[in-house]
C-alpha cells in the first residue's frame, strides 16, 4: 500500500498483480470478457485493503482439538454501494471477499456537456447509519459524481463511508478531499489527470461502455 503526502485521503494498492491487472485493462484491444474479470478481481482486492480496519471481537471457537478464543467481524454488516451503472462490474468481486455484505444502489451519470452528476436512483438499507459503506466506482475523474453519490448516502444517514476506485485523476481525490475529507479512497491506480473532456489519462476509456459492452 502506498500513501501520498498531497492526498492523505488516499491508498493506492501497490502490488505487482494490481499493476499488471489494471494495465490490462487499460488496453484498448482487451475483450469484453477478460475486461469483466479483470474488474472483478481487483475489486476484490480493493475491498479486502478497503476493510483492513474493520472492528472484530472476542469469539469461543471450538476446533476438533480445543476451545480458544477467536475473532469475528463485530456490528452490522457492510454495504456495498455501487454508484450506477460502472458500479455493478464491481460487486462480484467486493462480494466475493465479503459475502454477507448487502448492497445499496446510487445511481447517477455525468451530463455530457457540463459533466455535472445527474441523480437518477437512491436504494440503501434503512439503518445504513448503523453500517460500514464500501462505496464502488471503477473511475474517479472529476470527483462530481462520487461526491455527489457521498451527498446522497450522508442525507441518508451513511457516517462510515469509504470508498473504491479502480483508476483516480488527482483532480477527483483533491476535490474529495475538499468536499469529504471524512471518506478515504482507496484505488488501484492513481493516473496522470484529465483531457478536456473530463477523461482519465492515460486511463481506460469509458468505464460503462467497456464493461457493458455498449461502446
Ligand atoms: C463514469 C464513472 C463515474 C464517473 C466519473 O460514469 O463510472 O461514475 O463517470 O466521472 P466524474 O468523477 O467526473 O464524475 P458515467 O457518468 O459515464 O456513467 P455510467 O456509469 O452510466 O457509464
Ligand atoms: N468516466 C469514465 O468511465 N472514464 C473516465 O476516464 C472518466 C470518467
Same mark, same amino acid.
Given at each position: 500500500?502506498?500513501?501520498?503526502? +498531497? ?94 455484505? =448487502? ?27 448503523? +453500517? ?23 442525507? =441518508? ?17 483533491? =476535490? ?33 461502455? =467497456? ?5
Amino acid at each position: 500500500m502506498q500513501t501520498d503526502p +498531497r492526498h492523505p485521503n488516499l491508498t493506492v494498492l501497490d502490488h505487482p498483480l494490481v499493476r499488471h491487472k489494471v494495465d490490462r485493462l487499460r488496453m484498448s484491444d482487451t475483450p469484453t470478457k477478460t475486461f469483466k474479470e479483470l474488474v472483478k478481481e481487483l475489486s476484490l482486492l480493493l475491498a479486502y485493503e478497503a476493510t483492513r480496519d474493520l472492528p472484530v471481537e472476542d469469539v469461543p471457537i471450538s476446533t476438533p482439538l480445543e476451545t480458544f478464543t477467536g475473532t469475528q467481524i463485530r456490528g452490522k454488516k457492510t454495504v456495498l454501494v455501487p454508484i450506477l451503472r460502472a458500479g455493478l462490474g464491481m460487486v462480484a468481486g467486493a462480494h466475493e471477499i465479503i459475502p454477507a455484505a =448487502r448492497v445499496g444502489h446510487v445511481g447517477l451519470y455525468r451530463d455530457e456537456e457540463t459533466l455535472e452528476p445527474v441523480e437518477y436512483y437512491a436504494n440503501v438499507p434503512s439503518d445504513v447509519e448503523e +453500517r460500514p459503506v464500501l462505496v464502488l466506482d471503477p473511475m474517479l475523474a472529476t470527483g462530481g459524481s462520487a461526491s455527489a453519490a457521498i451527498d446522497v448516502l450522508k442525507k =441518508r444517514g451513511a457516517r462510515r463511508i469509504r470508498m473504491a476506485n479502480l483508476v483516480a485523476a488527482p483532480e477527483g481525490v483533491t =476535490r474529495m478531499g475538499e468536499d469529504h475529507p471524512d471518506v478515504h479512497i482507496f484505488v488501484a491506480a492513481l493516473d496522470r489527470g484529465l483531457n478536456g473532456n473530463g477523461y482519465i489519462l492515460p486511463g481506460l476509456g469509458d468505464a460503462g461502455d =467497456r464493461l457493458f459492452g455498449t461502446r
